[in-house]
């Protein structure tokens, strides 16, 4: 997604140019008491293979800024097998940004993916800080996250406050039971008791992993915020700008991009704030440490093992999403499987082997598969209601063709149903498998209480694959 600034326009300086530009500045810096450079980015999901070039761009930056802060709004891991299958998970982002030198990060709902031993594991490993104000942790977990962090530089104090996205139910967009032992806050709802932080403090900064129509929201809602950095839905804000007084960024995802903030203080008081963003991807120069280590990360012969030839390519989610599905329900012996597409990562599978690092890169969260018991009518509502609350998307299936049929608002008013075998009637029963995911965070009624298979969807998705030895989706779809 991408996002022209508030107002419209574009602005992708590249690193070469953007440091021409700092250089510049440099000069007229004597006539400003003080500059604060932050640079920020967001939703790394492991894309740990344009390290080296975000190193040396942050190499280059630091010799313009030699206080350089370096901050990411959350979600640095979840993405890529090579970081979400190491031992311990997470490991080599989280060794990557320590070599970087970053000074904090959001916590995002990904950081989520594994159990609260792995987070702390993650913590520990850390050489900075993990932020959120919103999540209550009780005293008897050891889960050392602040929810804010005051750093002095220059004689310039800057608080940053850490927000985390909650959906509907009150949850961040994670599996439930690995978030079972804390509880949350909506951030709209703690922002106010760090307005005093405002007062102590020369910048207040909320780094929030909300998404970015809600940052406007708190930007509308609390003008005294200076700069909100942001995450979670992967918006480019290609000409940041502040909006309602405040500077709203977000950079995009995997680190295809970064922004440069810098705010500048005359007199010990803040007289200008901009943003501007910057490519990764299309830097030149690596640093030879980081890419020493992506190749040290990146051996793991387990993960490049065959399991299947895809005979055509993938060239959609839903193509992706419709083998996933297939796999489940022929796993689980049931008569129709469902994925949620939030849950397929991959757009696209070249034509060609499918790897077990394939498998963990389309399907990262090891949940398992429960298997229900529901009649016709309560698999109708289900559908609607995963429609509902998967932002107007239809969820991935198998067994079955389905269309939603909405009003003018887009809100669902029926289902129409096509099964692959026999008819279809809302009083038969039918087992529907699905993933933890699913059953932990979507409303809807059974005729049982579900059974876990104790078997991931990775798991049968990779023995789907080395059943079918070849394989087919190009041009499958079953859902509108």
């Known amino acids: 997604m991408k996002i022209n600034g508030i107002k419209g326009g574009f602005l992708a300086l590249t690193a070469a140019l953007l440091l021409s530009l700092a250089a510049c500045h440099s000069v007229n810096r004597l006539a400003n008491d003080r500059e604060i450079a932050i640079l920020a980015v967001n939703d790394i999901h492991a894309n740990i293979d344009l390290f080296p070039r975000f190193a040396a761009l942050v190499d280059s930056l630091r010799s313009v800024h030699p206080d350089l802060l370096v901050f990411s709004a ?28 970053f000074d904090m990060t959001a916590v995002g709902n990904h950081e989520w993916d594994a159990n609260i031993e792995a987070l702390q594991q993650n913590i520990a490993d ?23 962090k005051v750093i002095n530089k220059q004689g310039i104090k800057i608080a940053v ?35 005093y932080l405002r007062d102590e403090n020369d910048l207040f900064i909320l780094l929030s992993h909300e998404g970015f129509e809600e940052d406007l929201r708190l930007a509308d809602s609390f003008p005294f915020v200076d700069a909100i950095i ?42 200008d704030k901009k943003a501007v963003v910057l490519n990764v991807k299309g830097f030149r120069k690596e640093n030879a440490e980081m890419r020493d280590l992506v190749d040290h990360y990146s051996r793991n012969e387990r993960l490049d093992v065959v399991l299947a030839n895809a005979t055509t390519s993938f060239n959609t ?21 469902f994925h949620n597409t939030g849950g397929i990562r991959v757009n696209h599978l070249d034509k060609g082997p499918i790897t077990v690092k394939d498998v963990y890169s389309i399907d990262p969260f090891n949940n398992m598969v429960v298997v ?15 429609y509902k609350q998967n932002g107007k998307r239809a969820s991935f299936v198998s067994g079955m063709c389905y269309k939603i049929v909405t009003d003018d608002d887009g809100y669902p008013k029926s289902v129409m149903i096509t099964p692959e075998n026999g008819t279809f009637s809302d ?33 049968m998705t990779m023995d789907y694959l080395r059943n079918m030895k070849n394989i087919d989706y190009q041009n499958v779809k079953r859902t509108e």
């Open 230 to 271: 942001g995450g979670h839905s992967h918006t480019l804000v290609e000409h940041p700008e502040a909006h309602n007084g405040v500077l709203v960024t977000q950079s995009g995802s995997k680190l295809n991009y970064t922004t440069l903030h810098t705010f500048k203080f005359r007199a010990g008081k803040l007289v």
């Open 372 to 386: 229900y018991t529901m009649t016709g009518a309560q698999l109708k509502r289900f559908i609607m209601q995963s």
């Open 126 to 148: 850390a050489e900075f800080p993990f932020l959120c104000a919103n999540v209550i942790i009780p005293d008897s977990i050891k889960l050392d996250i602040s929810p804010y």
């Open 317 to 337: 989610r839903e193509e992706i999403g419709c083998m996933v599905t297939d796999a489940i329900r022929e796993g689980a012996g049931a008569d129709f499987g």
């Open 427 to 459: 009083e038969a029963e039918y087992k529907v498998a699905m993933n933890e995911y699913m059953a932990t965070s979507i409303k809807f009624n059974s005729v049982d209480d579900g059974t876990s298979l104790y078997k991931t969807t990775e798991e």
């Open 161 to 195: 406050v850490g927000l985390l996205q909650l959906g509907s139910s009150g949850f961040p967009s994670v599996y439930r039971a690995n978030v079972s032992r804390v509880g949350f806050v909506k951030g709209s709802d703690v922002v106010p008791d760090y307005k």
């Open 74 to 101: 959350g979600d640095n891991r979840t993405g890529n097998p090579l970081n979400d299958m190491y031992n311990p998970t997470n490991y080599p982002v989280i060794d990557m940004m320590n070599k970087v030198g």
